[in-house]
Nanobody, 123 residues
C-alpha cells in the first residue's frame, strides 16, 4: 500500500481546500478509507472516513458540516473537501486504508499512514 496525500497549504480562516490521497499499491476499492490529522503537540485524531463504495461516511463532530469526504475508485483517490476552515484545523493531514471489521472512527482500524500534507489556517 502506497498512500500519498496532497493539496495542503497555507490559507486564511474561512477559506477552503481540497485534499487528495492517491493509493498506488493495491486494489483501492477493497477498503474503506479515512482521513486523520495531527496538530503540533497533540495526538493523531480521526477526521472522516468512507466505505468502500462511498455510501457510508463518518465525520468527527469538529468538522461535521464543514468537511466532505468522497472517493473515486476509478482514480484510486480519496478526497477531503474542507470549507470554512478555522485556525484549529491546522495540522498535518494523513490518509489511511481501513482493514478488518473494526470501527470506522478508530485509528486502530486504519493503516498504513502515508505521507501527510500540512494544512495551516491563519486567523
Amino acid at each position: 500500500v502506497q498512500l500519498q496525500a496532497s493539496g495542503g497549504g497555507l490559507v486564511q480562516a474561512g477559506d477552503s481546500l481540497r485534499l487528495s490521497c492517491v493509493d498506488s499499491g493495491r486494489t483501492f476499492s477493497d477498503n474503506g478509507m479515512g482521513w486523520f490529522r495531527q496538530a503540533p503537540g497533540k495526538e493523531r485524531e480521526f477526521v472522516a472516513s468512507i466505505g468502500r463504495n462511498g455510501r457510508i461516511k463518518y465525520y468527527a463532530d469538529s468538522v461535521k458540516g464543514r468537511f466532505t469526504i468522497s472517493r473515486d475508485n476509478a482514480r484510486n483517490t480519496v478526497y477531503l473537501q474542507m470549507s470554512t476552515l478555522r485556525s484549529e484545523d491546522t495540522a498535518v493531514y494523513y490518509c489511511a486504508a481501513k482493514y478488518g471489521s473494526g470501527s470506522y472512527i478508530s485509528l486502530d482500524s486504519f493503516k498504513p499512514w502515508g505521507q501527510g500534507t500540512q494544512v495551516t489556517v491563519s486567523s
